[in-house]
Nanobody, 125 residues
């Protein structure tokens, strides 16, 4: 059974930074592409970033490109999301997820089979 636990959320002023972590239980963390999604109140869940299993290639939503950095430490079974220059539009619950092998785009939430419980990020303006 795979469990994903996010941490690092909180309240921050606009322009500030936060670092989210996603700790994964179970084996073979390194064998899966991992991703971050977010959901703001009244909005649909949206893709934020993903990092591939093999070469660490990263993918970002246009809205966070240049401000957010995704990374992973396979030895620690942990994925990170460094968020800089935060904006009020970044306020949301952030979820980490594990993607099953597929050729469908990494931005599609339906390609992720395990999800964490989420961590709240609130950016005050």
């Amino acid at each position: 059974q795979v469990q994903l636990v996010e941490s690092g959320g909180g309240l921050v002023q606009a322009g500030g930074s936060l670092r989210l972590s996603c700790a994964a239980s179970g084996r073979a963390f390194s064998a899966y592409t991992m991703g971050w999604f977010r959901q703001a109140p009244g909005k649909e869940r949206e893709f934020v970033a993903a990092i591939s299993k093999n070469d660490g290639r990263s993918y970002y939503a246009d809205s966070v490109k240049g401000r957010f950095t995704i990374s992973r430490d396979n030895a620690k079974n942990t994925m990170y999301l460094q968020m800089n220059n935060l904006k009020s539009d970044d306020t949301a619950v952030y979820y980490c997820a594990r993607r099953f092998p597929t050729t469908v785009a990494v931005t599609e939430g339906e390609t992720y089979d395990y999800w964490g419980q989420g961590t709240q990020v609130t950016v005050s303006s």
